[in-house]
């Protein structure tokens, strides 16, 4: 497939998710579902998702024994959040990485290493949030493939450990030189050795973030909109929200995002407008204030990496 074309496609998925959306939409109650939602409840909700920040920050300092002390953590955390905002492809990950790498003059590959364990906690702690909303839906064989990916994760890992020379066979047969050794140093992060105390202490932090998210959707569907969902109905909604931002798609999510959310709504029995305005309302509440936070720090983060570079050059 042309890269031209591999790079239009998120975005006419998203542009396809607007029209849909908009398409035989009576706007003037979609502005009555919008003057219907709770303003006091949107700004404890808001609160509510903004503490998210507090198990994310520790947890990404336990991921790193605390080589990144907590406000790194907490800016590479915020810098990563607004990167995948602005920009497509889950780049906000690499930008995780190299506020690690510059400010807590972590190599690149620890750095990569942490934000995969991010990533496979959330997987993990995802699957959970599915198996306990799909089981209430009777239609669990939609977790068949998330239970496979995180399940073949697991197994790599463990063959890792078991079977390093496995890999090194693999990564012999690279032709660069410089590949082939960024990803033997990224495997060696990787194969390191994690005690009970540190996946505790993983699986403590994510768990938190979920409810404290959870908790937000809860709160604002439960005391700001009216609606009566049972639990349920609640956690589809919450996966809705959870794979929104997940499937690759315009930066952000925008179109597809709600278009999940508000399909999870309107199955629930809200209408159109309700759903989509509360759908918005979400998505808007994810991204503005978490993503300025992070644009208001990327200049800092950045002047750091800056003076550290110019330090271990001195040095």
Aim: proline share 4%; with cysteine.
């Amino acid at each position: 497939m042309p890269t031209v074309i591999k790079r239009a496609l998120p975005y006419a998925l998203s542009t396809a998710c607007i029209v849909y959306l908009l398409w035989e939409v009576d706007f003037s109650e979609l502005a009555d579902a919008f003057r219907m939602l709770s303003v006091h409840s949107i700004i404890i909700a808001q609160c509510i998702l903004l503490l998210c920040f507090i198990p994310n920050s520790y947890r990404m300092a336990s991921i790193t024994n605390n080589e990144a002390g907590l406000m790194t953590s907490f800016r590479a955390v915020a810098v990563g959040i607004a990167t995948n905002t602005i920009l497509p492809v889950r780049l906000g990950e690499v930008a995780k990485a190299y506020v690690l790498n510059r400010e807590a003059n972590m190599p690149i590959e620890r750095a990569m290493s942490a934000v995969f364990w991010e990533r496979l906690a959330d997987l993990n702690c995802l699957l959970l949030i599915g198996i306990a909303t799909f089981a209430l839906l009777d239609i669990s064989a939609a977790l068949l493939p998330l239970s496979f990916l995180v399940g073949l994760i697991w197994a790599c890992l463990y063959l890792l450990k078991t079977r390093p020379h496995w890999f090194a066979a693999l990564t012999d047969r690279l032709p660069s030189v410089p590949l082939k050794d960024f990803i033997n140093r990224m495997l060696s992060a990787l194969s390191q050795k994690r005690t009970f105390s540190d996946y505790f202490k993983l699986a403590a932090c994510t768990i938190a973030i979920w409810l404290l998210f959870m908790g937000f959707i809860y709160y604002l569907i439960a005391a700001g909109t009216g609606l009566d969902l049972d639990s349920g109905q609640i956690l589809t909604v919450v996966v809705a929200s959870i794979l929104g931002v997940a499937i690759p798609s315009a930066p952000a999510g925008i179109g597809v995002y709600e278009s999940l959310v508000a399909g999870a709504l309107i199955g629930t029995g809200a209408s159109k407008e309700q759903a989509l305005a509360i759908a918005i309302v979400l998505h808007i509440m994810q991204l503005l204030i978490p993503t300025l936070i992070g644009l208001f720090l990327m200049p800092s983060s950045f002047l750091r990496a800056g003076s550290s570079k110019k330090d271990r050059l001195a040095s």
